[in-house]
Each structure stands twice: as C-alpha cells, then as structure tokens.
C-alpha cells in the first residue's frame, strides 16, 4: 500500500531560522512527489520531483528527493512569518491521485 | 491561478438531506478529483474522474457518489447525508497522473 508519514507534525521557530521539513513514502510504482503549502485555505503548488527531477529550488525554498531511501525533504532558509502555515506532502498513486500525508503544521514567530 | 471554482463554499444541512457540491474548471484539464480534509487525517480521496463519464473510487468513496457528464463539471453527491460527512470539501484538477494538481477553493460541510 502506497503510503506517505511526513515529519514532525509541528514545528514552531523565530523568523531567520532555516527548518527542514521531512516527507518519507512507500511505493509499488513512484510517479512524483510533490510539495504543497496551505495556509487555512486551499493547497498551493511548490515542486513537483520526479525520477528527472530530483532538486527543485525557488528564492529561500528548495527541495530534494532521494529515491533510493525514499524520502523528500523541503527547507526553507530565512524564514519569515508568512512562511507560517501547513506542508503537505504528496506522493503520485496509481490512480492519478495523490496521496498525501498529514502534514507539518510550521509556526514562524517574529 | 488555476481556473477552478466551488459552489457552494459553505453549507449547513441535516442528517438525511441529499447534498450536491459542484466543481467548476475552465483550463480544460482532463483529470479531476474530490477530497475531503479532516483533522488528524489530511486529505484523503474520494472520487476521482479521468474523462467526460469515466470515474472512479477512491480511499473513502462509502455514500459518495459523482458525474461527469461535460469536461468542465464534476458533481459530488452526498445522498443521504450524515455528521461524519462534515467536512472541508476540495476538489482538484490536473493534466495527468502523477502532475500537480491544482486544488480549488474548498467547501465546508456541515451536518447537524
């Protein structure tokens, strides 16, 4: 069964710190894994890793995947407290989906 | 952002009432898919659909049912509802499996 446990659950931290999130999976046939962040709305798209893509980097965000421990992780450098929200990790299912994890609820304060 | 809109965004209903949740999308992406957000649990599939009439299961699929009967809408029915089907409703849209998926603007349910 394809299966995501991302790491911690919550993590609090002062503006200027850098965090890395955690995100291990299990999985019969790897498609992507992919990186959201909500912040008490909707999901917004980060990265997308897949077996050609395995580093993606955005200003102070950036992302790798290690497919052959099976793990993603995604640090954030110079953290600011609009960072504040939850991480989702999202690995490809066999049926299109995504499966997720239950997220890293991260709280940035000033 | 993506073109995607959810109607309605909030509803209170009572158990037993039939409910209907409605996706809207104009980027013409050929997969889209119902998940619901629940504390403790994430998200969590419920129907997806990969094409005008072709839907299917997903994780937690028991007293949902859907249609796709044009590219653009996905309807989720709940027929009879029930107090664990309160919830946060998203539905997703995406180019193929494994693509980012793009999620909408999210329902929140209520069932008293």
């Known amino acids: 069964e394809d299966k995501v446990v991302q790491s911690p659950l919550s993590l609090v931290v002062h503006e200027g710190d850098t965090v890395t999130l955690n995100c291990s999976y299990e999985?019969?046939?790897?498609?992507?894994l992919l990186w959201y962040k909500q912040e008490k709305k909707a999901p917004t798209f980060l990265f997308m890793l897949?077996?050609?893509?395995i580093e993606k980097k955005s200003g102070r965000l950036s992302s790798i995947l290690d497919k052959k421990e099976l793990f993603s992780i995604l640090n954030i450098t110079a953290t600011q407290t609009g960072d504040s929200a939850v991480y989702l990790c999202?690995?490809?299912?066999?049926?299109?989906?995504?499966?997720f994890g239950k997220g890293t609820k991260l709280s940035v304060k000033p | 952002d993506a073109g995607i809109t959810q109607s309605p965004r909030h509803k209170v209903t009572e158990t037993g009432t039939p409910v209907t949740l409605r996706c809207h999308q104009t980027?013409?992406?050929?997969?889209m898919y119902w998940y619901r957000q629940d504390p403790g649990h994430g998200l969590r599939l419920i129907h997806y659909?990969?094409?005008?009439?072709?839907?299917d299961k997903g994780e937690v699929s028991d007293g949902y049912s859907v249609s796709r009967s044009k590219t653009e809408d996905f309807l989720l029915t709940l027929e009879s509802a029930t107090s664990s089907q309160t919830s946060v409703y998203f539905c997703?849209?995406?180019?193929?499996?494994?693509?980012?998926?793009?999620f909408g603007p999210g329902t929140r349910l209520t069932v008293l």
């Open positions: 997703a849209i995406s180019t193929g499996p494994g693509n980012e998926q793009f």
């Open positions: 999985v019969t046939n790897f498609r992507s």
């Open positions: 897949t077996s050609s893509g």
């Open positions: 999202g690995l490809g299912g066999s049926q299109g989906n995504l499966i």
């Open positions: 980027e013409n992406h050929r997969y």
């Open positions: 659909s990969y094409g005008v009439k072709d839907t």
